[in-house]
């Protein structure tokens, strides 16, 4: 069984700074890239940021210069510290990773719960 928790998730106005972590656990052999979505109301699910296992980094064009994703591999957590936050940044956010179990597996993606970041005006 794996899971990933999110955390971190909250209310702040807008301009402050959030921080979100994510942590995989149960049987897993390796984890390549790792990742953030988000989901607003009435719109779909996007693409926020993500990593590769050896640190190359993808943001959407809308956050990009505010948000910063990192991982530890070691602890097998993803960070997204997110600043100078904006209203339109409101959404339920989601962590995933590409997990491969064992040596036996292929790779599949995984997804967290997701937390709720509100940012009022």
């Known amino acids: 069984q794996v899971q990933l928790v999110e955390a971190g998730g909250g209310l702040v106005q807008a301009g402050g700074s959030l921080r979100l972590s994510c942590a995989a656990s149960g049987s897993i052999l390796g984890i390549n890239t790792m990742g953030w979505s988000r989901q607003a109301p009435g719109k779909q699910r996007e693409l926020v940021a993500d990593?590769?296992?050896?640190?190359?980094?993808k943001y959407a064009d809308s956050v990009k210069g505010r948000f910063t994703i990192s991982r530890d591999n070691a602890k097998k957590m993803v960070y997204l510290q997110m600043n100078s936050l904006k209203p339109e940044d409101t959404a339920v956010y989601f962590c995933?990773?590409?997990?491969?179990?064992?040596?036996?597996?292929?790779?599949?993606?995984?997804w967290g719960q997701g937390t709720q970041v509100t940012v009022s005006s």
């Open positions: 990593i590769t296992s050896v640190g190359s980094t």
């Open positions: 995933n990773a590409e997990i491969i179990r064992s040596r036996w597996d292929t790779e599949n993606t995984y």
